[in-house]
Every structure is written in structure tokens, then in C-alpha cells.
């Protein structure tokens, strides 16, 4: 259990799979506890929706810059 934020930013820095949780929260609108009920396979279908998401946003920008 994290007493100080500071410790739980140190820690969610070396976790990945807690940062993909924390984002499937935000994304849903659901609590953490409600994110950890998920299955291995919905949390890992999530990774891949983000996934593809950035690139498509990096590409639009990469896009967008090359029009100035």
C-alpha cells in the first residue's frame, strides 16, 4: 500500500501494466478495483486499442507538420 503519492508515482513509473489499468479506468470511467476484475485478454485487448490509437494520432500529426 502507497502512503504518499510520490511513492505511488515512483512505483506506477516502473509498472506498465498498473499504468494500462489506470488508463482503462480513465477511458471507461470506472474505478481501479473495477479495471482489476478484468480478464488478462480484455486488459491486453486494451494495450493493442491504445496501441493503435497513438500511431494513428503520430501519424496525423506527422501529417499535419509536413502541410506547413
Known sequence: RYNRP???VVQLKKDN???LQFSIAKELGK???EI???TEEEI???SAYFQ???EE???AFEKAKRRR
Open 6 to 8: 510520490k511513492e505511488l
Open 17 to 19: 501494466f498498473m499504468m
Open 31 to 33: 474505478s481501479l478495483k
Open 36 to 38: 482489476k476484475n478484468m
Open 44 to 46: 491486453i485487448g486494451w
Open 52 to 54: 493503435i490509437i497513438n
Open 57 to 59: 494520432q503520430e501519424k
